[in-house]
């Protein structure tokens, strides 16, 4: 059974940085596209950084140049690290692993973490 659980979400100031990491149980398939959402309040999920298993990465508009997602397979880790933070950024962020390799639709990732909560003051 796959699980994913993040951490390192917080409170921080605008322009500060943060970085949330992923870990999952151990039986992901490392084929399967993961990736970075975020939710706000009254807002729509939407995707923030997505890590394919050749390395591609893909991310939004919003946080190009800012966030960068990588993985330490040996550790079974997903990261995101957040510079430059804004408070347009404050959000529930969530991991996630799809059942298919990048690109993946977001109704393809299946498995999700139960999300770190990222608040950034101005």
């Known amino acids: 059974q796959v699980q994913l659980v993040e951490s390192g979400g917080g409170s921080v100031q605008a322009g500060g940085s943060l970085r949330l990491s992923c870990a999952d149980s151990?039986?992901?398939?490392?084929?399967?596209?993961m990736g970075w959402f975020r939710q706000g309040p009254g807002e729509k999920r939407e995707g923030v950084a997505i890590?394919?298993?050749?390395?591609?990465?893909t991310y939004g508009d919003s946080v190009k140049g800012r966030f960068t997602v990588s993985k330490d397979n040996a550790a079974n880790t997903l990261y995101l690290q957040m510079n430059s933070v804004e408070p347009e950024d404050t959000a529930m962020y969530y991991c996630?692993?799809?059942?298919?390799?990048?690109?993946?639709?977001?109704?393809?990732?299946?498995?999700w973490g139960q999300g770190t909560q990222v608040t950034v003051s101005s």
């Open positions: 151990g039986n992901l398939d490392r084929r399967y596209c």
């Open positions: 890590l394919d298993s050749d390395g591609t990465t």
């Open positions: 996630a692993a799809a059942l298919m390799g990048c690109p993946a639709p977001i109704t393809a990732f299946r498995f």
